[in-house]
C-alpha cells in the first residue's frame, strides 16, 4: 500500500483519483483510476487502487480482477496479492483466496497482517492446524495484537494443540 500511496505522489492523475477514493467518491474514483489504466494499462498502482475502491464499494469480483492485473503487473508485491484473497474470500471463494494470502504471507515474512489474515483464512477453512501456524507467527511478529491471541488460542484448542 506504501508504494501505491507514494506513486500517487508522484503522478498527479494517480493523485487526483486517491483523493477522490479519500473523499468517499468511491465511483467517481473507480472511473479516474480506470482512465489512467485506459492510458497505461501497466500502472499497476492504479490497478491496485483501483481494486481498493471497488472492494470497498463491495465490488468484490472485480476487485478480485483488479488485483489480479496488478499482480501480472508486479508479481512480488505482498499487498496485492493479500488483497486478492481477501477479495476472493469476501466474494465466497474462500479456497480461492487461500493461495494469495499464502503467497503475499511468503512475500512479506515479518508483517504481521499478512500471517493474521492467512490464519483466519484458514481456520475459516478448517484448516486448523495450519491456522495455527499462522496465528503463531502473527502473535510473534505484533505481541501487542489482541484479537491475534484471541484467534491463536481457539485455533491451537480447536486443534486439539494447547
Keep these: 500500500m506504501k ?8 503522478d498527479p492523475a494517480l493523485g487526483a483519483a486517491l483523493s477522490l477514493h479519500r473523499a468517499g467518491k468511491l465511483a467517481e474514483a473507480i472511473t479516474a483510476y480506470r482512465d489512467i489504466l ?3 494499462a501497466g500502472n499497476a498502482d492504479a490497478a491496485f487502487l ?5 472492494l470497498q464499494a463491495g465490488a468484490f469480483e472485480a476487485a478480485a480482477s483488479l488485483f489480479t492485473d496488478a499482480i501480472q503487473i508486479d508479481p512480488a508485491r505482498a499487498d496485492f496479492h493479500a488483497n486478492l484473497g481477501l477479495a476472493r474470500a469476501q466474494a465466497g471463494n474462500l479456497a480461492g483466496g487461500r493461495r494469495p494470502l499464502t503467497r503475499a504471507a511468503l512475500l512479506a ?4 497482517s499478512a500471517a493474521f489474515n492467512l490464519g483466519q483464512l484458514l481456520d475459516r477453512l478448517g484448516l486448523t492446524t495450519a491456522a495455527v ?3 503463531r507467527a502473527s502473535t510473534r511478529l505484533q ?4 484479537v491475534s491471541w484471541i484467534e491463536y488460542g481457539a485455533a ?3 486443534a486439539k494443540r494447547p
Excluded at 3 to 10: F, H, K, Y
Excluded at 50 to 54: D, E, I, K, S, V
Excluded at 143 to 146: D, K, L, N, R, T
Design 50 to 54: 483501483c481494486g481498493m475502491a471497488a
Design 156 to 158: 491451537a484448542r480447536a
Design 143 to 146: 505481541p501487542e495484537h489482541v
Design 133 to 135: 501456524t499462522a496465528f
Design 38 to 40: 485506459t492510458a497505461n
Design 109 to 112: 515474512p515479518s508483517t504481521a
Design 3 to 10: 508504494q501505491a500511496l507514494a506513486a500517487a505522489e508522484r
